[in-house]
Nanobody, 123 residues
Framework: EVQLVESGGGLVQAGGSLRLSCAAS????????IGWFRQAPGKEREGISC????????YYTDSVKGRFTISSDNAKNTVYLQMNSLKPEDTAVYYC????????????????WGKGTLVTVSS
């Protein structure tokens, strides 16, 4: 059974930092890609960053490039998203999702989702 557990969200002031974690199980982590997605109130879910666990390639959407860093600890089957210089427009529920590969900043090919973790950035 595929399981994804996101954690690390919270309330932070603009300019602050958070580190999200995604603990994954139930699939071959080393051969997969993991993507971080977010959904802001009233908006569609968007892929913001993806990492290929096999070779470490990383991808970011333009709005987070230079501020967010995705990383992977294959020994722990965990992917992290370090978020710096947070802005109010980063407020959203953040999800991780596995895929067969990264398609730009989105993981692609599987349809498994965690419950998400809420990030709220105050101005």
């Amino acid at each position: 059974e595929v399981q994804l557990v996101e954690s690390g969200g919270g309330l932070v002031q603009a300019g602050g930092s958070l580190r999200l974690s995604c603990a994954a199980s139930g699939f071959t982590f080393d051969d997969s890609a993991i993507g971080w997605f977010r959904q802001a109130p009233g908006k569609e879910r968007e892929g913001i960053s993806c990492i290929s666990s096999s070779d470490g390639s990383t991808y970011y959407t333009d709005s987070v490039k230079g501020r967010f860093t995705i990383s992977s600890d294959n020994a722990k089957n965990t992917v992290y998203l370090q978020m710096n210089s947070l802005k109010p427009e980063d407020t959203a529920v953040y999800y991780c999702a596995p895929g067969f590969y990264c398609s730009g900043p989105s993981s692609y090919g599987m349809d498994y989702w965690g419950k998400g973790t809420l990030v709220t950035v105050s101005s």
